[in-house]
């Protein structure tokens, strides 16, 4: 496979399609195929649209607009009791759901293109955790890992499936059902948690925090330099199942347009990085992303 040569006409490098313009499925498919054969190392950043074939729901519709009710922000989880009583008793309800989800045939598949095919590297925007369950290598969880607390005072860093016992301990008759909704969290009325316990840091008394980047907090600095430069060092970005509504995702489609490194997006739904793209297939990552493992398994 060569190299490809950025800012520089490539044979069968898909070029970007007008706004608006769409191509058949299968056509489009081929193309993306063929583009990825002329690449060595590719850089994937992957979306909710990757997890959500795996049970786990996704903040977003098909046209990007928000679904259910705002995320917690971080500044409210720092300054407010009440605000970290709803998002324990939340959590409570919905973690199970993220610790029982498995990788689905997505995941799967870019383990075999990480393994026989151009991918190189993941970058998700997922706080599941099933991209490095499934195999995939190198993995770099940009918004951290659900299974995973953190104490916002002395750092110290616990499972997630500890803490659930811990929460069911100081909470014995606290009982509720909601529907499940994203990131381990859950639908509750608003009554539901008061009077609900949240357990300090075992080792300080701290605050404890699940070990993700909550909206309104910022990527950790080495994270973000150690994606960079694995975009940096790659031949293409291949996004999938985002909707790159937020700059922590987007802002690699727009470093990466700048760099001359052609961008591929795969899913469903509208994404802000549509016409930037080099290529645009629409489809199932559970669809097409086994298709593709299978055609690289095939190349001699």
């Not at 990527?219 to 985002?242: H, I």
């Not at 509208?270 to 095939?298: H, N, Q, W, Y």
Request: net charge positive; glycine share 10%.
């Amino acid at each position: 496979m060569s190299r490809v040569h950025r800012g520089v006409s490539t044979p069968g490098l898909a070029r970007a399609e007008p706004p608006g313009a769409t191509a058949p499925d299968s056509s489009a498919f081929e193309r993306l195929f063929h583009s990825l054969q002329h690449c060595r190392r590719v850089l994937v950043l992957t979306g909710a649209g990757c997890s959500t074939e795996s049970g786990i729901p996704d903040y977003r519709a098909t046209d990007g607009a928000w679904k259910g009710r705002r995320p917690m922000q971080f500044a409210d989880y720092l300054r407010s009791e009440a605000m970290r009583r709803r998002y324990w008793a939340r959590s409570m309800v919905g973690w199970p759901v993220v610790a029982a989800a498995q990788p689905n045939p997505g995941h799967r598949a870019l383990v075999e293109l990480q393994r026989q095919g151009p991918v190189e590297r993941l970058i998700s925007q997922n706080v599941d955790g099933l991209h490095s369950r499934a195999g995939n290598r190198d993995v770099i969880d940009l918004h951290g890992r659900l299974d995973r607390v953190v104490c916002l005072d002395c750092g110290a860093l616990g499972e997630r499936r500890d803490y659930q016992h811990r929460l069911q301990d100081l909470n014995p008759a606290w009982q509720s059902a909601g529907e499940t909704a994203p990131d381990g969290d859950a639908d509750l009325p608003d009554t539901a948690y008061r009077g609900f316990r949240v357990p300090d840091c075992e080792r300080c008394g701290g605050l404890i925090k699940p070990d993700v980047v909550f909206f309104g907090e910022n990527v950790p600095k080495p994270r973000v330099t150690e994606a960079f430069q694995a975009l940096d060092d790659a031949d293409a970005l291949l996004v999938v199942g985002s909707s790159l509504m937020v700059w922590s995702g987007y802002r690699f489609v727009r470093r990466a347009r700048a760099q001359g490194i052609p961008v591929f997006i795969l899913g469903l739904g509208k994404t802000r990085g549509d016409a930037e793209a080099s290529l645009r297939v629409r489809g199932r990552c559970g669809d097409i992303l086994p298709r593709l493992a299978e055609r690289f398994s095939a190349v001699p």
